[in-house]
């Protein structure tokens, strides 16, 4: 740097001219900033920058960073909002799948079944009540789980109609003989008019005894033993504690099967797993929730496979018992399921 005459000033300050070998040269550019820290007019950055932006400027750039924020944040309010309604019309859709399929059961047909559904329901579409179902039977003294059976299943119907008469058949000898093949899993019934009065705690195997009537299909099918009966086999579950508040208790799958000299396991929901399992000579049960099986809760064994889909053996329903189920069907109904073998 050299030094020159401030005329207006009257003394000497640094130019902004550089020295070099050949003299002066390189003019420093206005508002640039230097190496050195400073910017053409010899000023430091930092009170360069004090000095050059204004009260109002300051503001303004306030506002501006106040205003980004705040857009930012109501994009992001409203892609949530996006969010939640598409959640919520995907939940809306998947009940009403539910529904329809809870509805087929009020029919007394699971659901793609053709039926007498017009009989079973009003114009509306509103279930009818046993009464109307059956104006001419007496239901006096029926439970009320059983005149919801007669609402929803007609394949009960003989079991139903018999009800008073239930003294003949409870505790009567058991013969399954005929119901017991080498080689096959025995369907059985649950409404059964063997058994299905009897007891199961503070139920009757026929309305609440799936869970019993499940084990001792496989039972059977891996022993041969004709002596353990569905009434037996409620005993056994009541008795070691696998009766749960009306139903059944998931342990009777593992510790229940294991006191019988079968094993059971809980199973991953997945298609070739199962599949496997029923390769390797095993039967799988599983728990259903509400859809073409049930209203409520449910039990039913899945004994076989093929291209066409799964075989199962539902204690409730000989029809779903001759058809076939894909596995598409089936996961969205599984609750969980379990493996036995011998």
Known sequence: MVDCYDRARGNKRKSIYRETETGIRGRREPGRRYADGRYADGRPAEKRNSQSISP????MRQKQRRDRMVKRFCTLAAELALCL????????????SDKSKSASLWTGVAAGDEG???RRADAGGVPLSAGDLYPDMDLTGYPEDMIKLLELNQEAMDYIKDYPNRAQYQNQPIDLS???????VPLLMQWDRRW??????????GLSGCGPVCLDMAYLYF???TAMTPRNMAVFAYDNGYYADGGTSWSLWTEGAAQLGLSGEELPLDENLMKQTL???GLIVCSMRPGDFTTTGHFILIRGYDEN?????DPNRRSNSEKQWDYGTLRYQIKNLWALQK
Do not use: H, P, Q
């Open 56 to 59: 109002a400027r300051k503001k």
């Open 85 to 96: 309604t598409i959640l919520a019309a995907v939940r809306s859709a998947w009940n009403a």
């Open 223 to 225: 022993t041969g033993d």
């Open 178 to 184: 005929g119901d017991v093949r080498g080689g096959e």
């Open 196 to 205: 299905g009065y009897d007891a199961y705690g503070d139920d009757m195997i």
């Open 116 to 118: 007498d559904e017009n």
């Open 309 to 313: 889909g799964f075989y199962v053996n």
């Open 279 to 281: 390769d390797g000579g």
